[in-house]
Nanobody, 120 residues
Framework: QVQLVESGGGLVQPGGSLRLSCVAS????????MGWYRQAPGKQRELVAV???????NYADSVKGRFTISRDSNKKTVYLQMNSLKPEDTAVYYC??????????????WGQGTQVTVSS
């Protein structure tokens, strides 16, 4: 069974930075894609960034140039470096493990989520 455990959330002032980490257990980490989603109160969960097996990345327009997704296959960890944070980035951030089917990233496993709050 695969488990995903996030860490690194917290309270940060606008313009600040945070780095989220997600450690995966199980043996399939290196063979699938991973992504970060977020869900703000009253809003739908949205994709923030994804990274493929070949380390190709894709980002939501709202975070391009500010967030960076990366992965370390040896450590079974995926990261989300978030810079120049804005209040609208406030949300629960979820790690995901999935794969691309019919050209679309589809989630097979979710982490429990970590809260990110951007406020002065």
């Amino acid at each position: 069974q695969v488990q995903l455990v996030e860490s690194g959330g917290g309270l940060v002032q606008p313009g600040g930075s945070l780095r989220l980490s997600c450690v995966a257990s199980g043996s399939i980490f290196s063979r699938v894609g991973m992504g970060w989603y977020r869900q703000a109160p009253g809003k739908q969960r949205e994709l923030v960034a994804v990274i493929t097996r070949a380390f190709n990345t894709n980002y939501a327009d709202s975070v391009k140039g500010r967030f960076t997704i990366s992965r370390d296959s040896n450590k079974k960890t995926v990261y989300l470096q978030m810079n120049s944070l804005k209040p609208e980035d406030t949300a629960v951030y979820y790690c995901s493990l999935g794969d691309w089917r019919s050209g679309t990233y589809q989630v097979d496993y979710w982490g429990q989520g970590t809260q990110v709050t951007v406020s002065s």
